[in-house]
């Protein structure tokens, strides 16, 4: 079981933590990513990190401006959001990937999903 935390309403040029407590089998053996969906469009990749922590993957869009990170001692992972664009608001949804392989981006890899926290940027 994922459960997704920390969104909220930020001006844009603002910083989020998210927060993704997991529990039961979702937990540090897996591939954790985070995903995102705005109104009317697909879901997107946004970023993921490997069981170990030692291995990233972002979204161009996100690139230098979005870190994740994992304390498996609290089975837990964050998303930390800054210098936020009115194009990044959209619900955003942690998940896990049980898989040892695979591209980490596509959300057909990921078998457990958090219910998702919205992020609203303003401008």
């Known amino acids: 079981q994922l459960q997704a935390s920390g969104g909220g309403l930020v001006q844009a040029g603002g910083s989020l933590r998210l927060s993704c407590a997991a529990s039961?089998?979702?937990?540090?053996?897996?591939?954790m990513g985070w995903f995102r969906q705005a109104p009317g469009k697909e879901r997107e990749f946004v970023a993921a990190?490997?069981?170990?922590?030692?291995?990233?993957y972002y979204a161009d869009s996100v690139k230098s401006r979005f870190t994740i990170a994992r304390d498996n001692a609290r089975n837990t992972v964050y998303l930390q959001m800054n210098s936020l664009k009115p194009e990044d608001t959209a619900v955003y949804y942690c998940?896990?990937?049980?898989?040892?392989?695979?591209?980490?981006?596509?959300?057909?890899?990921?078998?457990?999903w958090g219910q998702g926290t919205q992020v609203t940027v303003s401008s």
């Open positions: 998940a896990a990937d049980p898989s040892s392989f695979g591209s980490r981006r596509s959300p057909n890899e990921y078998d457990y």
């Open positions: 990190i490997s069981w170990s922590g030692g291995t990233t």
């Open positions: 039961g089998r979702t937990s540090r053996n897996y591939v």
